[in-house]
């Protein structure tokens, strides 16, 4: 089983604000980054740290955790924002990192 | 601009070795951790190994382990996987990764486009 849990999919409609979640013990410890990944294109760096988006990325997008849990969230979702989204963090050991089994996002 | 160009992806049998190789340019490659990283057909991403700037400290997946190993050169910038007993199970897209930080961080903000790897008789 994984150590960081994530829904494998969700939709929201255009417009809409959506959250993807990311469960695993070591999000106590750890911050989660996130990753959006569209067909055919190398994943790119959407959050990291407590909530800090790398330059380009739109404020609409952004980044929290709660006890075991960090989660992702989308206001005023655009089309362009259906891709698939990857959470990584520390494992449960600390000293290697894994990845979350993604999220497909469908927008309607 | 930040170029990570993988190469050194193949068909290759299982039980065979391989070597991939990331050519970094763009940034000062000895000031940052570097990953590599793999997805396989239709599935997830998969962090297979990290290196910190100075190549002290070195991380893999417990999938990899004992059979991958990961190194730099700094004076050639450039960043290699050595993978021996390959499985089928690793037939996979590689990526190379920089990290934000000279230590092995999950921030990565710059990808290659990736070398496939497939593992089969």
């Known amino acids: 089983s994984s150590e960081l849990t994530q829904d494998p999919a969700v939709s929201v409609a255009l417009g809409q604000t959506v959250r993807i979640t990311c469960q695993g013990d070591s999000l106590r410890t750890y911050y989660a980054s996130w990753y959006q990944q569209k067909p055919r294109q190398a994943p790119v760096l959407v959050i990291y740290g407590a909530n800090k988006r790398p330059s380009g990325i739109p404020d609409r997008i952004s980044g929290s955790s709660s006890g075991n849990a960090a989660s992702l969230t989308i206001t005023e979702t655009q089309a362009e924002d259906e891709a698939d989204y990857y959470c990584i963090s520390r494992g449960s050991s600390g000293n290697h990192l894994v ?10 | 601009e930040v170029q990570l160009v993988e190469s050194g992806g193949d068909l290759v049998q299982p ?4 070597r991939l190789s990331c050519a970094a340019s763009g940034f000062t490659f ?7 990283v793999r997805q396989g057909p239709g599935k997830g991403l ?5 290196i910190s700037w100075n190549s002290g400290s070195l991380g893999y997946a417990v999938s990899v382990e004992g059979r991958f190993t990961i190194s730099r050169d700094n004076a050639e910038n450039s960043l290699y996987l050595q ?9 996979a897209l590689y990526y190379c990764v920089k990290d934000m930080s000279q230590q092995e961080g999950s921030s990565w903000p710059s990808w290659g486009q990736g070398t496939l790897v ?3 008789s």
């Open chain 1, 99 to 108: 990845f979350g089994g993604g999220t497909k996002l469908t927008v309607l």
């Open chain 2, 83 to 91: 993978m021996n007993s390959l499985r089928p199970e690793d037939t």
């Open chain 2, 15 to 18: 039980g065979r070795s391989l």
């Open chain 2, 118 to 120: 497939t593992v089969s």
């Open chain 2, 30 to 36: 000895e000031d940052y951790a570097m990953h590599w």
């Open chain 2, 46 to 50: 998969e962090w297979v190994a990290g």
